[in-house]
Structures are given as structure tokens and as C-alpha cells.
């Protein structure tokens, strides 16, 4: 850690950027994953997802910020490398060689679900050891990926 005039203690301080770097490698691998399907997708609604899931993967991006920046902030190091977030992200491998619109939606919507769900829990873990700004952080991410989530959602068959 990083000496910081921050108040929070250096142990709360670490396991708040532990927590981060964990959902920061996760972000990475969601934009990437979202960036996969925005340049691979095809069918008769082609232009809406393909503007849909760049939106989407903006909006991933600019949680990955927020999260290396709060880690950042804390006195740690922010691990963002694409080889850190190969090793550590949590979710599901994305299958290469999808063309099909229907199964790019599928697949980016449970990429966000299975993000999203770690952040809620992310949201109870900050809060549990003392870290109500991270506990925050986490709780504007959670309502912005279930936002996206209904976005694309919106384009399967119920």
C-alpha cells in the first residue's frame, strides 16, 4: 500500500483494493467480451445490437475507471493488465466463432448477470469491513450493469 492521508485504516484499505482488483479484472474481461460481440454480430437487427453493445461496452469501460481509480485512491495499485484480468476474472469464458445476434445477446447477458451478481455481494463485503465509499461504488455499478442487463434483455423473447 501506498502511504495516503486517507482515514481508513490500512487494513480496511487493503482489503477494499483487493475487492476492487478482483471486479477490476472481471470489468475488463466484461468490456472486452461486450466489444467481442458488438464486432462479431449478425442478423436481420444487426445496426441496433451492434450500437447497443458499443453502448454497452462504454459504459463497462467507464466502471473499470471507477474501480482502478477508487483502488488507486486508497493507496493501492490498480492491476489492470490484460494478462492480470485473463488470470483473475470470474466470469464465463466467452465462446469465440458466435455470429448470431441471438446468441451474442445470450452470451453478453449472462456476462453482465454474473458481474452484476458480484457486485450486489461486493456491495455487503465493503460494508462488512468498514468501507461504506467502496460498499457505494459497488452499489452505482450494481444499478448500471442491471440497467445494460434490461437493455439487452430487451432484445430476447421473454
Do not use: C
Request: aromatic content about 8%.
Amino acid at each position: 500500500m501506498y502511504q495516503t492521508s486517507n482515514t481508513l485504516s490500512e487494513n480496511i484499505r487493503t482489503k477494499s483494493a483487493e475487492l476492487l482488483n478482483r471486479h477490476l479484472a472481471a470489468a475488463i474481461d466484461l468490456h472486452a467480451q461486450v466489444k467481442q460481440a458488438h464486432w462479431n454480430v449478425r442478423g436481420p437487427a444487426f445496426i441496433a445490437i451492434h450500437e447497443l453493445f458499443d453502448k454497452v461496452a462504454d459504459a463497462v469501460e467507464g466502471y473499470s475507471d471507477t474501480i482502478a481509480e477508487r483502488a488507486a485512491a486508497l493507496g493501492g495499485t490498480a492491476e489492470g493488465t490484460v494478462q492480470v484480468a485473463a488470470k483473475r476474472s470470474f466470469l464465463e469464458q466467452y465462446k469465440l466463432g458466435v455470429a448470431d445476434e441471438k446468441a451474442h445477446l445470450a452470451a453478453v447477458t449472462v456476462a453482465l448477470a454474473g458481474f452484476g451478481d458480484s457486485a450486489r455481494k461486493a456491495i455487503d463485503e465493503a460494508a462488512a469491513f468498514g468501507d461504506a465509499d467502496t460498499s457505494d461504488v459497488f452499489t452505482e455499478m450494481s444499478r448500471g450493469i442491471d440497467y445494460q442487463l434490461w437493455l439487452v434483455e430487451s432484445h430476447l423473447k421473454p
